[in-house]
T-cell receptor, first 111, second 113 residues
Framework: AQTVTQSQPEMSVQEAETVTLSCTYD???????LFWYKQPPSRQMILVIR??????QNATENRFSVNFQKAAKSFSLKISDSQLGDAAMYFC????????FGAGTRLTVKP | DSGVTQTPKHLITATGQRVTLRCSPR?????VYWYQQSLDQGLQFLIQ???????AKGNILERFSAQQFPDLHSELNLSSLELGDSALYFC????????????FGEGSRLTVL
């Protein structure tokens, strides 16, 4: 079974600074999707960014970008110019036949 | 608004009881997924349906069952409830069976007393 590991239970960043959240996964597949979801205190699951494994180019969405290392099975999320509204739980997810999530990283943003 | 509707939003019940959680997927989405999120935990995959058929099963207890109806809405039935079943239950939907992006409902918060 595919597993997703987020090794940082908690991270903290100063407002306007940059933070990187780590994610590794285990799979024998060559074609799959990877995602980062954000879960604010409201508990709603919000898609932050997605990456197709067949694409070599790293995905970016405004202040959010990923570093996708397929051979290393690594998929980190970089948040630039951090804002107070970025404070949330962040979940890394792997998707092939279904979607599996990591345990999450709680991000705190300090003013 | 993701377009996925879950009811009820909150539910309080007693141990040993049975409850049904309902999910209406986004218009056009054929695939429905159920996840359980216990307090401060990640999302545990329970089960997936595609166009009425069970497609994938995760760590779903035998006391739990689900189905997807011809109109594509889905129900998750939880029986013989235990205190440990207290959690947020998410439904998500997608167009395809092999998932691209999932669209999540707001969740149903179940409290078992």
């Amino acid at each position: 079974a595919q597993t997703v590991t987020q090794s940082q239970p908690e991270m903290s960043v100063q407002e306007a600074e940059t933070v990187t959240l780590s994610c590794t996964y285990d799979t024998s597949e060559s074609d799959y999707y990877l995602f980062w979801y954000k879960q604010p205190p409201s508990r709603q699951m919000i898609l932050v960014i997605r990456q197709e494994a067949y694409k070599q180019q790293n995905a970016t969405e405004n202040r959010f970008s990923v570093n996708f290392q397929k051979a290393a099975k690594s998929f980190s999320l970089k948040i630039s110019d951090s804002q107070l509204g970025d404070a949330a739980m962040y979940f890394c997810a792997y998707s092939k036949n279904d979607m599996r999530f990591g345990a999450g990283t709680r991000l705190t943003v300090k003013p | 608004d993701s377009g996925v509707t879950q009811t009820p939003k909150h539910l309080i019940t007693a141990t040993g009881q049975r409850v049904t959680l309902r999910c209406s997927p986004r218009s056009g989405d054929l695939s429905v997924y159920w996840y359980q999120q216990s307090l401060d935990q990640g999302l545990q995959f329970l089960i997936q349906y595609y166009n009425g058929e069970e497609r994938a099963k995760g760590n779903i207890l035998e006391r739990f069952s689900a189905q997807q109806f011809p109109d594509l809405h889905s129900e998750l039935n939880l029986s013989s409830l235990e205190l440990g079943d207290s959690a947020l239950y998410f439904c998500a939907s997608s167009v395809l069976a092999d998932t691209g992006e999932l669209f999540f409902g707001e969740g149903s918060r179940l409290t078992v007393l």
